[in-house]
């Protein structure tokens, strides 16, 4: 139906060649946009789509594609595909729809992976927003997708927007699978550290202890650091009195962590900060370790042994003094 207007198409195309930088997605998103808004119709009559070229291009200059993407998640989406949208956007480019539906439930009423179903993914997905991976998972059809949903959060409450669904997502799901989603619910919940009531703290704080031991695990040393230090502020130096048993494995866990990231300097002021505490010696061996492999590293031997000496004394275990070796011994092994 565009054959007989071929100039009038390359102009049209290259208007919006022009904005989207030919990214197809961007480029059909567009069109679509037009369509929605009749500046691009299709006319039975004379069998032929109709557009005008002015309107188009002050529409290009007016509204980028990320704008256009937000205004028609306003426009044709559902409250309920909305919520949907802001949630998983938080969670990521590929989310669980089951663990999206807990969330959603707060604000929707919708209480089972059936019911977002119905209410929601299916609208998503026919509007080509979100694409299956499995039955298990979804994922936006483009980054864009995700950015623009994130925007229908108001820049002033995405923090505590954030913070807030970690906390649900916290408390609904269940036990046996929330090592699944461990890091996602932490990370979500640490976005307003300062938001958290202080009757969840050491909850809180337990959490995120979790999250740094699986990273470590796993070989993710500058994860583990975040979470680490997202505990001890959780404590904060309360944590010593009424925690210390976690505070301790919070900073040598987080030092570390913080070894393996060449973060030299914060390992030194953590470890330094536990053996300064009044605590039993055998709290302290983990940072003893620590330090001890740090120096290893950097080939500086004698502190070790020095190191070595002094924890065995305050163990109460025997120490070999360094006594003078006559030169006469010195000389008879040579």
């Given at each position: 139906s565009m054959e007989d207007h071929e100039d009038a198409v390359s102009t049209l195309a290259a208007t919006v060649h022009k904005k989207t930088d030919g990214n197809v997605f961007y480029v059909l998103l567009f069109l679509r946009s037009l369509a929605e808004?009749?500046?691009?119709?299709?006319?039975?009559?004379?069998?032929?789509?109709?557009?005008?070229?002015?309107?188009?291009?002050?529409?290009?200059?007016?509204q980028n594609?990320?704008?256009?993407?937000?205004?028609?998640?306003?426009?044709?989406?559902?409250?309920?595909?909305?919520?949907?949208?802001?949630?998983?956007?938080?969670?990521?480019?590929?989310?669980?729809?089951?663990?999206?539906?807990?969330?959603?439930?707060?604000?929707?009423?919708?209480?089972?992976?059936?019911?977002?179903?119905?209410?929601?993914v299916d609208e998503l997905e026919e509007a080509g927003l979100l694409e299956r991976e499995s039955d298990e998972v979804l994922r936006f059809a483009h980054d864009q997708i995700q950015r623009s949903s994130l925007d229908l959060i108001p820049e002033n409450h995405r923090?505590?927007?954030?913070?807030?669904?970690?906390?649900?997502?916290?408390?609904?799901?269940?036990p046996d699978r929330l090592d699944d989603h461990l890091f996602e619910v932490v990370s979500l919940r640490n976005s307003s550290i300062d938001s958290v009531p202080g009757d969840e703290r050491v909850s809180m704080a337990k959490m995120n202890l979790r999250a740094g031991m699986k990273a470590a695990e796993n070989g993710s040393f500058d994860m583990a650091e975040v979470y680490f230090k997202a505990g001890r502020e959780q404590l904060g130096d309360a944590g010593w009195k009424d925690e210390p048993d976690m505070t301790i494995q919070l900073y040598s866990e987080g030092a570390n962590a913080s070894l393996f990231c060449g973060s030299l300097d914060t390992m030194g002021r953590l470890i330094d900060e536990v053996l300064a505490k009044d605590i039993p010696i055998e709290a302290k061996l983990r940072c003893y370790e620590i330090k001890i492999r740090a120096l290893t590293a950097a080939s500086d031997w004698a502190p070790i042994i020095d190191i070595g000496m002094d924890v065995r004394r305050q163990l109460g275990q025997s120490v070999m003094r360094n006594k003078p070796v006559p030169l006469w011994k010195i000389m008879k092994e040579y």
């Open positions: 808004e009749e500046l691009l119709q299709y006319n039975y009559g004379t069998m032929r789509w109709h557009w005008d070229d002015e309107a188009v291009k002050a529409k290009l200059v007016t594609v990320a704008t256009v993407l937000v205004d028609l998640l306003h426009s044709s989406m559902s409250e309920s595909s909305q919520n949907t949208l802001k949630v998983a956007a938080c969670l990521g480019t590929s989310f669980s729809p089951s663990i999206v539906a807990l969330a959603v439930d707060e604000q929707d009423d919708v209480s089972s992976l059936g019911d977002m179903g119905s209410i929601c923090i505590s927007f954030k913070s807030k669904l970690g906390g649900i997502l916290m408390k609904k799901i269940h």
